[in-house]
């Protein structure tokens, strides 16, 4: 146990180093040590996962981080204190919280299964995972900026997210059981309490190195069939079905799936595709996508169990597919 720690700590230095490296000199080294020159597409992958998992990676370490505080530093019993009694209140609460998370949908997952290991109920949970990765300024900025000549698309991403989340947290409530978190594979440093402090920030250290590789691994492996399919993806054969609202829709939400783009930048991508895809379709990229991508449901299963992460991305995908052909609709007839 002791030597697995240590070598989380010094993989974890390691990957920083790498990262400030990458920052600082990777557009002189990676050209010269990496010369893809005559295989343009597979090129054209490394360019693909390198973006996205420098994109994403700051993002992780801060769910790591995140989760690790809560683990070692809030109690179950503050957290009990903070939980609404009452279902419906609680979802609300949750929508609430989820304005002030700095999370992503990826590092949004750690945090919300340490939650619901001190006790946050799950339903409460399922809503921080709907709400956290489009509901802060970040992405209200980027949405309003790539549509400012239609803020329906805007308005429609909050109000489908808001109603997905009720939803959602409400079915969660009435039909999921209470016991949906994996247990830790890793015993983390915290049963035996120490009289000095410094102890309790080395295994603040030591519990964010292991939640980091336990999540990244899986991340990785998403990243990269993302980047496959972004590079392979033939862009006539959506034209062809974009104004259908039925496969647009599908399409759209299949392709956000599969593309695993950061919500504080995917209002850029799905806005190249507004002249092809109806708004609806275009809704259901913008919502679909920080919900569930590639990458975030490989991250649930480490986290998660089966059961509970099928019936949330089957739950997820109906929800949202619904409300999408309803509001664009609703935007094509100047409802919104």
């Not at 992780?60 to 109690?75: E, K, R």
């Not at 104004?243 to 599908?250: D, H, R, S």
């Not at 991508?269 to 975030?296: E, Q, R, T, Y």
């Amino acid at each position: 146990m002791l030597l697995k720690r240590y070598t989380g700590n010094l993989l974890l230095l390691i990957l920083l180093f790498l990262l400030l490296a990458f920052f600082f000199l990777g557009d002189v080294i990676i050209p010269k040590a990496i010369d893809f020159s005559g295989y343009p597409m597979l090129h054209s992958v490394l360019v693909v996962f390198l973006g996205l998992f420098l994109e994403s990676i700051p993002f992780l370490f801060l769910g790591a981080i995140a989760s690790s505080f809560i683990q070692l530093f809030i109690s179950e019993e503050i957290i009990q204190r903070m939980i609404p009694k009452r279902p419906l209140t609680a979802i609300f609460a949750a929508i609430v919280a989820a304005l002030i998370i700095p999370v992503c949908e990826c590092a949004i997952i750690p945090v919300v299964r340490r939650l619901i290991q001190k006790g946050v109920p799950v339903h409460a949970g399922v809503v921080l995972l709907v709400t956290a990765p489009i509901l802060n300024v970040i992405v209200f900025g980027s949405t309003y900026y790539a549509f400012q000549n239609n803020p329906a698309i805007l308005y429609g991403r909050i109000i489908v997210c808001v109603l997905t989340a009720i939803i959602a947290g409400l079915f969660i409530h009435i039909f999921s059981t209470k016991d949906v978190v994996k247990e830790d594979k890793v015993e983390l440093v915290q049963g035996h309490k120490h009289d000095i402090q410094s102890s309790k920030w080395t295994s603040f250290i030591d519990h964010t190195s292991q939640e980091f590789f336990m999540v990244g691994r899986y991340f990785i492996i998403g990243a990269l069939f993302a980047s496959v399919f972004q590079v392979f993806m033939d862009r006539s054969v959506m034209a062809d079905i974009g104004q259908a609202p039925i496969k647009g829709t599908a399409l759209m939400m299949g392709i956000a799936f599969v593309l695993s783009l950061c919500s504080s930048a995917d209002a850029f991508v799905a806005a190249s595709f507004s002249h092809s895809f109806l708004p609806g379709s275009i809704l259901g990229f913008l919502v679909f996508g920080p919900m569930l991508d590639l990458k975030n449901v490989l991250i649930m299963m480490s986290c998660f169990k089966r059961s509970f992460v099928v019936t949330y991305v089957l739950l997820i995908f109906a929800v949202v597919f619904s409300l999408c052909l309803i509001a664009g609709g609703l935007i094509s007839k100047g409802g919104f």
